[in-house]
């Protein structure tokens, strides 16, 4: 059986029917949060396959610098065994999973669990609130970029400093 994902209750719940969430009297539910939610979830994910792409690229990287092309130096090949091995699965005899590929897939099937999840409540107001569903499928359509794939554009988030691939 294939390892269930993180919300994976809670999505069939919500698939069923059967999800509730006790609000108090000044809660309301407006589509904004909802269409929100489902833009950054997708910048978040495409953001973590880049990341994942660099560190794919980190474990396979031909030239270290660091001696290991010197036979004698043994350490020099244990180091870069380790740093690759820390990136991404290169030999899954040694390697463990706590390497950042790893890391950032459990990331990523969170990230898309909670957006499957607030798309399948957002289908639900959709079905059933006429005015919901108009200012959801607006908002969708004329959707501004998420501030998280801002950098992608040459663009930085106020508070926030891109450092490229191996620079400091």
């Known amino acids: 059986m294939a390892d269930a994902t993180p919300l994976a209750g809670l999505i069939e719940q919500a698939k069923s029917g059967n999800l509730s969430v006790g609000f108090s009297d000044s809660v309301t539910v407006n589509a904004d949060e909802f269409a929100y939610i489902e833009r950054d979830c997708e910048a978040f994910k495409t953001k973590i396959r880049e990341l994942q792409d660099a560190a794919r690229q980190i474990s396979s990287r031909e030239n270290w610098g660091l001696g290991e092309k010197t036979d004698r130096l043994n350490s020099a090949h244990i180091l870069v065994r380790r740093f690759r091995g820390k990136a991404a699965t290169v030999d899954p005899a040694t390697d463990s999973d706590n390497n950042v590929w790893d890391i950032l897939e459990q990331h ?50 106020p508070g926030t400093t891109i450092i490229g691939l191996g620079q400091s």
Not at 115 to 140: K, N, S, V
């Open 108 to 157: 990523y099937k969170i990230v898309d669990d909670l957006q499957i999840l607030h798309r399948t409540i957002a289908q639900t107001y959709r079905d059933t609130d006429a005015a919901f569903a108009a200012e959801y499928d607006r908002l969708m359509a004329n959707m501004p970029a998420s501030p998280i794939s801002a950098a992608q554009s040459g663009k930085t988030q």
